[in-house]
Protein backbone atom coordinates (compact mmCIF):
# COMPACT_ATOMS: atom_id res chain seq x y z
CA UNK A 1 0.00 0.00 0.00
CA UNK A 2 1.54 3.11 -1.11
CA UNK A 3 0.76 6.39 1.28
CA UNK A 4 1.13 9.73 -0.30
CA UNK A 5 0.90 13.42 1.21
CA UNK A 6 -1.48 15.57 -0.85
CA UNK A 7 -0.59 19.24 -0.72
CA UNK A 8 -3.86 19.96 1.34
CA UNK A 9 -3.43 17.54 4.10
CA UNK A 10 0.09 18.65 3.94
CA UNK A 11 -1.00 22.50 4.29
CA UNK A 12 -3.27 21.40 7.05
CA UNK A 13 -0.50 20.04 9.28
CA UNK A 14 1.59 23.00 9.01
CA UNK A 15 -1.41 24.91 9.49
CA UNK A 16 -1.81 23.33 12.69
CA UNK A 17 1.37 23.79 13.84
CA UNK A 18 1.80 27.15 12.82
CA UNK A 19 -1.15 28.27 14.84
CA UNK A 20 -1.02 29.96 18.25
CA UNK A 21 -3.94 27.58 19.48
CA UNK A 22 -1.82 24.45 18.70
CA UNK A 23 1.02 25.00 21.25
CA UNK A 24 3.60 25.67 18.87
CA UNK A 25 4.13 29.15 19.46
CA UNK A 26 3.27 29.12 23.16
CA UNK A 27 4.92 31.42 25.35
CA UNK A 28 7.02 30.23 27.98
CA UNK A 29 5.86 31.50 31.65
CA UNK A 30 9.44 31.22 32.93
CA UNK A 31 10.75 33.45 30.64
CA UNK A 32 7.45 35.78 31.29
CA UNK A 33 8.69 36.01 34.55
CA UNK A 34 11.61 37.47 33.92
CA UNK A 35 10.58 39.22 31.44
CA UNK A 36 7.98 40.69 33.51
CA UNK A 37 10.55 42.58 35.43
CA UNK A 38 10.34 45.14 33.12
CA UNK A 39 6.50 45.91 34.43
CA UNK A 40 7.54 45.85 38.19
CA UNK A 41 7.92 49.55 38.35
CA UNK A 42 4.13 50.05 37.84
CA UNK A 43 3.04 46.64 38.20
CA UNK A 44 2.61 44.21 40.56
CA UNK A 45 2.11 40.07 40.43
CA UNK A 46 1.01 39.75 43.95
CA UNK A 47 -2.67 39.94 44.26
CA UNK A 48 -2.65 42.28 47.12
CA UNK A 49 -0.50 44.89 45.94
CA UNK A 50 -1.40 47.85 43.34
CA UNK A 51 1.29 50.34 42.05
CA UNK A 52 0.57 52.81 39.18
CA UNK A 53 -0.99 50.29 37.66
CA UNK A 54 -3.30 47.50 38.77
CA UNK A 55 -2.07 43.96 40.38
CA UNK A 56 -1.78 41.42 37.38
CA UNK A 57 -2.16 38.65 39.31
CA UNK A 58 -5.48 37.91 38.27
CA UNK A 59 -5.83 39.85 34.64
CA UNK A 60 -5.74 37.06 32.20
CA UNK A 61 -8.85 35.84 31.55
CA UNK A 62 -10.78 39.18 33.18
CA UNK A 63 -12.48 42.15 31.63
CA UNK A 64 -10.18 45.30 31.42
CA UNK A 65 -10.91 47.28 34.12
CA UNK A 66 -11.77 45.26 36.59
CA UNK A 67 -9.41 44.36 39.14
CA UNK A 68 -10.77 44.85 42.11
CA UNK A 69 -9.83 47.48 44.66
CA UNK A 70 -7.86 49.24 42.05
CA UNK A 71 -10.24 52.46 41.04
CA UNK A 72 -7.45 54.40 38.63
CA UNK A 73 -8.26 53.12 35.53
CA UNK A 74 -8.60 55.50 32.75
CA UNK A 75 -11.73 56.35 30.94
CA UNK A 76 -10.21 54.56 27.33
CA UNK A 77 -9.72 51.30 29.40
CA UNK A 78 -12.41 51.01 31.56
CA UNK A 79 -14.83 51.28 29.08
CA UNK A 80 -13.35 49.36 26.50
CA UNK A 81 -15.26 45.85 27.01
CA UNK A 82 -12.53 43.56 25.86
CA UNK A 83 -11.45 40.54 28.00
CA UNK A 84 -7.28 39.85 28.68
CA UNK A 85 -6.38 37.07 26.03
CA UNK A 86 -3.87 36.04 24.10
CA UNK A 87 -4.93 38.21 21.75
CA UNK A 88 -5.79 41.50 23.00
CA UNK A 89 -2.33 41.09 25.40
CA UNK A 90 -0.22 40.73 22.83
CA UNK A 91 -2.18 43.72 20.96
CA UNK A 92 -1.59 45.68 24.42
CA UNK A 93 1.69 44.45 25.19
CA UNK A 94 2.86 45.63 21.35
CA UNK A 95 1.40 48.98 21.16
CA UNK A 96 -0.96 50.04 23.93
CA UNK A 97 -1.44 53.27 22.39
CA UNK A 98 -2.67 52.28 19.33
CA UNK A 99 -4.78 49.28 20.61
CA UNK A 100 -6.46 51.62 23.47
CA UNK A 101 -6.12 55.09 22.64
CA UNK A 102 -6.74 57.43 25.67
CA UNK A 103 -5.07 54.83 27.87
CA UNK A 104 -2.39 55.95 30.81
CA UNK A 105 0.22 53.72 29.94
CA UNK A 106 3.32 55.59 29.86
CA UNK A 107 5.54 52.36 27.92
CA UNK A 108 5.96 52.31 24.26
CA UNK A 109 5.26 48.63 24.13
CA UNK A 110 7.24 45.44 23.37
CA UNK A 111 8.42 44.48 19.49
CA UNK A 112 9.51 41.34 20.07
CA UNK A 113 6.51 38.74 19.56
CA UNK A 114 8.74 36.31 21.83
CA UNK A 115 8.49 38.09 24.46
CA UNK A 116 5.34 39.32 24.52
CA UNK A 117 4.04 35.69 24.51
CA UNK A 118 6.37 34.66 26.99
CA UNK A 119 4.40 37.99 29.06
CA UNK A 120 1.50 36.38 28.32
CA UNK A 121 1.98 33.07 29.38
CA UNK A 122 3.82 34.01 32.54
CA UNK A 123 0.07 36.11 33.38
CA UNK A 124 -2.10 33.75 32.35
CA UNK A 125 -0.12 30.93 34.83
CA UNK A 126 -0.58 33.47 37.56
CA UNK A 127 -3.85 33.97 37.17
CA UNK A 128 -4.48 29.85 37.37
CA UNK A 129 -2.36 30.02 40.41
CA UNK A 130 -4.37 32.14 41.69
CA UNK A 131 -8.04 30.97 40.98
CA UNK A 132 -6.55 27.46 42.36
CA UNK A 133 -5.48 28.91 45.74
CA UNK A 134 -8.89 30.84 46.15
CA UNK A 135 -10.70 27.49 44.85
CA UNK A 136 -8.70 25.05 47.98
CA UNK A 137 -8.90 28.06 50.29
CA UNK A 138 -12.83 28.43 50.16
CA UNK A 139 -13.34 24.28 50.00
CA UNK A 140 -14.13 22.34 52.96
CA UNK A 141 -11.75 20.73 55.52
CA UNK A 142 -11.36 17.23 55.53
Keep these: MEHTVTPLLLFIVLATLASPASGWAAGDPVRGKREFLRCVICYSADASVHKAGPSLATIYGRAAGTVESFTDYSEALSGVGIVWSEETLDAWLEDPAAFIPGNRM ?7 AGVRRDITAYLEELAGQHDAAASTAGSPQQ
Design 106 to 112: KASGIKD
